[in-house]
Nanobody, 123 residues
Framework: QLVESGGGSVQAGESLRLSCVESGYIYSPACVGWFRQSPGKKREGVASIYTHGGSTYYAEFVKGRFTISRNNDNYTTSLQADNLNPDDTAMYYC???????????????????WGQGTQVTVS
């Protein structure tokens, strides 16, 4: 089970910190990622972290602005989103998976557990 929090409404240039609390694993996932989707658009990968080794991956449109991190002790993955702009407005989803390495870190096909999402609105 994945539960997101931290979304909200902010002005352009401001920051938000999204959190994802993970629970119920039988096997540890290989990756935890953040995805987003806005109305009429496809879900897109934002950032991902490999749980073993900590390698991180970012979509080009968030590089330098967003930072993903994970606390392996308490199974919490965070997304620090700085310098937000209106194009970042979307529902943000946390996801975990064991086949993400095969599909690519930011490909949704590699993730099999999804949270309900947290809304980010930037004006």
């Amino acid at each position: 089970q994945l539960v997101e929090s931290g979304g909200g409404s902010v002005q352009a240039g401001e920051s938000l910190r999204l959190s994802c609390v993970e629970s119920g694993y039988i096997y540890s996932p290989a990756c935890v990622g953040w995805f987003r989707q806005s109305p009429g658009k496809k879900r897109e990968g934002v950032a991902s972290i490999y749980t073993h080794g900590g390698s991180t991956y970012y979509a080009e449109f968030v590089k330098g602005r967003f930072t993903i991190s994970r606390n392996n002790d308490n199974y919490t993955t965070s997304l620090q989103a700085d310098n937000l702009n209106p194009d970042d407005t979307a529902m943000y989803y946390c996801a975990s998976g064991r086949t993400c390495i095969l599909y690519g870190a930011l490909a949704a096909d590699g993730y099999d557990s999804w949270g309900q999402g947290t809304q980010v609105t930037v004006s």
